[in-house]
């Protein structure tokens, strides 16, 4: 996919998400544009570094990356982006999201039957694995840091 495609994509999904922050929990589309508009800018320059960069890794590690490095509290504006970014509700960020997998699933559901049970299992463990894997490292963290 191109990255003019991308980025029509990334805007059609924030329009969508304005629209779900304002119908959920009342967000006004002025008050969360600009949570939006970083969100954005952050998952085209991971889109784009996916493309430009020559090790071959997923877009979406790029983009957790830089926005993680972006709210490192220390790091410039990450006080301000926390805050900002915050004004958008998950909810509305997700529904999008999961419309356009329900869609893309829907018109590849022949190779989703090709694949059959067995993608089923290996679901099933990539959500416990991640499940567990996500456990672990709060319960690390938060004995490092002394909260529990």
Not at 108 to 115: P, Q, R
Request: proline share 5%.
């Amino acid at each position: 996919m191109k990255l003019k495609d991308s980025l029509i994509i990334l805007l059609i999904t924030a329009f969508m998400t304005l629209v779900g922050n304002l119908v959920g929990p009342k967000i006004s589309p002025i008050e969360a544009l600009p949570g939006i508009l970083i969100l954005v800018a952050v998952s085209f320059i991971g889109i784009a570094l996916a493309k430009v960069v020559p090790i071959k890794i997923p877009s979406v590690a790029y983009i957790v990356t830089l926005a993680t490095i972006m709210t490192i509290p220390g790091f410039p504006f990450s006080a301000q982006i926390s805050e900002l970014t915050g004004k958008v509700d998950f909810l509305a960020l997700t529904t999008p999201i999961l419309a356009y997998a329900g869609i893309y699933t829907g018109k590849n559901l022949d190779g989703l039957k090709k694949t059959g049970w067995k993608i089923a299992i290996v679901a099933l463990f990539v959500m416990l694995g991640t499940y567990i894997g996500s456990a672990l490292i709060a319960q690390v963290i938060l004995k490092i840091i002394k909260v529990i």
